[in-house]
T-cell receptor
């Protein structure tokens, strides 16, 4: 299994809603990532988990809350989002935790905040 | 600051060869990667250059010159399915994790 699976594929939510994005990999990878991608822009790093511990938070607003329940799962909890948070949210994993690791991406969750 | 600059768009015809350039500024350097992303899809890894020179993987090749802070992706025998966005990437920023170039949208025409 060389896939990173993300659910849901599409999500529409209001600014007062609470929702969660889910990501799963069964490759035994030790690092997992959340990226945010706006249309026609490159992915931007949000969070990195190494060995199930949060190692990097790229100054992301607290309305985004990551969680890593185990080595295969990564969640992103969303609360009180703003319309400008509408984007494609990509999960990725890598075998190691070093710099420049090859990333395996999921297909993403297309989020629309109304 | 950290930046990887690419041309925004490139157009080529089927069967042709196209080169996508990437110039970078990063505080340290651990190699240059290339990713392909079809519209609405996941970025997928194409190649990695840790040292200067050319790396070949089938129809795709990637080149790196660290002295020039420059690399490129070469796509040969273009096919319609190669129409996608292409990103160079390198570790950078305060966390030294992978950051992506500005991206190049490749359009392959019949």
């Amino acid at each position: 299994d060389t896939e990173v699976t993300q659910t849901p594929k599409h999500l529409v939510m209001g600014m007062t809603n609470k929702k969660s994005l889910k990501c799963e990999q069964h490759m035994g990878h030790r690092a997992m990532y959340w990226y945010k991608q706006k249309a026609k822009k490159p992915p931007e790093l949000m969070f990195v988990y190494s060995y199930e511990k949060l190692s990097i938070n790229e100054s992301v607003p607290s309305r985004f809350s990551p969680e890593c329940p185990n080595s295969s799962l990564l969640n992103l909890h969303l609360h009180a989002l703003q319309p400008e948070d509408s984007a494609l949210y990509l999960c990725a994993s890598s075998q190691g935790t070093g710099n420049g690791e090859k990333l395996f991406f999921g297909s993403g969750t297309q989020l629309s905040v109304l | 600051g950290q930046s990887l600059e690419q041309p925004s768009e490139v157009t080529a015809v089927e069967g042709a060869i196209v080169q996508i350039n990437c110039t970078y500024q990063t505080s340290g350097f651990y190699g240059l990667s290339w990713y392909q992303q079809h519209d609405g899809g996941a970025p997928t890894f194409l190649s990695y250059n840790g040292l200067d020179g050319l790396e070949e993987t089938g129809r795709f090749s990637s080149f790196l010159s660290r002295s020039d802070s420059y690399g490129y992706l070469l796509l040969q025998e273009l096919q319609m399915k190669d129409s996608a966005s292409y990103f160079c990437a390198a570790p950078g920023g305060a966390t030294n994790k992978l950051i992506f170039g500005t991206g190049t949208l490749l359009a392959v025409q019949p």
